[in-house]
């Protein structure tokens, strides 16, 4: 009889302990109706007239950084979008030079804000280090064509000496793949944390995004609800977060749009509550700007030490 009921609990706490895997949510999101993101995406304008939020991606070869961008599109333009050109055949950088992407919003006008692709980062070649802070800065401009081998020069014709507002960078995104993050090298690591330092110092917003979880989870790729239910999913972000420093509350799991035709509501919804609040912070980021210029006279004031 004894053994009986220890069998028995033992099966109880077996049962709760699959409930609390597959049923808890450890990240509260509406999966139901995405709607209100969606809307205030389309509905976004930033105060100042003119004024557009810089979203600067950056990441190890073959994230998913071009893809994460024709996925935002994607969403916002209602049927799958392929303007960001992606390559599944290399393990190296598909992306060679810098260059901006404009979302149509109607006929005559874009989205007040843009995304910069980059040249992925590597152990051997891929984007320099010194090109990317430059790029935050505002000093890299459109086409230029990236040289793992040396950093873009003063001299070169496609470095901007004097970065405009709208040039520089207001949020920082690091695109990290979960299928390779657990054996990710500890030099790519550090390059990412030594553009977050950068980017800190310039008082930048940073973001990362984890994409394709719909390979590193078998659960997902059954049901993309249940990526706040798995806590190896939260230990990926923990991980990660606790490596280069970026907190948990900015670590957004997303599936990007590479094989379906069709779009899919729960990717809509992870794609759309990523993106809020990146334009929230970065939309704090220019009003705090905007506040420094106007007490300071100039764009070189307290947000942006002199370069």
């Known amino acids: 009889m004894f053994k009986m009921f220890c069998e028995f609990q033992s099966f109880i706490l077996f049962v709760c302990f699959i409930l609390t895997v597959l049923y808890i949510q450890w990240r509260d999101i509406n999966w139901v109706n995405n709607e209100a993101d969606l809307q205030f995406l389309r509905?976004?304008?930033?105060?100042?007239?003119?004024?557009?939020?810089?979203?600067?991606?950056?990441?190890?070869?073959?994230?998913?950084?071009?893809?994460?961008?024709?996925?935002?599109?994607?969403?916002?333009?209602?049927?799958?979008?392929?303007?960001?050109?992606?390559?599944?055949?290399?393990?190296?950088?598909?992306?060679?030079?810098f260059n901006t992407f404009k979302i149509p919003k109607d006929p005559e006008s874009f989205y007040p804000f843009v995304f910069n692709d980059t040249m992925g980062l590597s152990t051997t070649g891929g984007i320099l280090e010194e090109d990317l802070k430059l790029a935050l800065k505002g000093h890299m401009k459109e086409g230029y064509r990236f040289n793992p081998e040396s950093p873009l020069p003063e001299t070169e014709e496609f470095y901007n000496k004097c970065p405009k507002l709208n040039d520089k960078v207001h949020i920082l995104v690091c695109v990290i793949p979960a299928t390779t993050l657990s054996i990710m090298s500890d030099k790519v690591v550090e390059k990412i944390r030594k553009v977050r330092e950068e980017a800190s110092r310039l008082k930048i917003p940073q973001f990362a995004m984890l994409t394709k979880i719909d390979e590193a989870f078998p659960e997902i790729e059954v049901d993309v609800q249940n990526v706040y239910?798995?806590?190896?999913?939260?230990?990926?972000?923990?991980?990660?977060?606790?490596?280069?420093?970026?907190?948990?509350?900015?670590?957004?799991?997303?599936?990007?749009?590479?094989?379906?035709?069709?779009?899919?509501?729960?990717?809509?919804?992870?794609?759309?509550?990523?993106?809020?609040?990146?334009?929230?912070?970065?939309?704090?980021?220019?009003?705090?700007?905007?506040?420094?210029?106007?007490?300071t006279g100039s764009d070189k004031g307290r947000w942006a030490p002199k370069f």
């Open 43 to 97: 509905n976004y304008t930033p105060q100042v007239k003119g004024q557009q939020l810089r979203v600067f991606l950056h990441g190890p070869a073959g994230a998913g950084k071009s893809s994460f961008i024709n996925s935002v599109q994607s969403v916002l333009r209602g049927r799958i979008y392929r303007q960001a050109l992606v390559d599944n055949t290399s393990h190296d950088s598909f992306t060679k030079e």
């Open 229 to 295: 239910k798995l806590p190896s999913v939260k230990d990926q972000m923990r991980k990660f977060s606790v490596d280069v420093g970026i907190p948990m509350n900015c670590i957004f799991p997303v599936k990007n749009y590479y094989e379906e035709i069709e779009l899919n509501k729960d990717m809509n919804t992870l794609i759309l509550s990523a993106m809020k609040n990146i334009i929230y912070s970065g939309d704090d980021f220019i009003k705090f700007i905007q506040k420094t210029l106007g007490e």
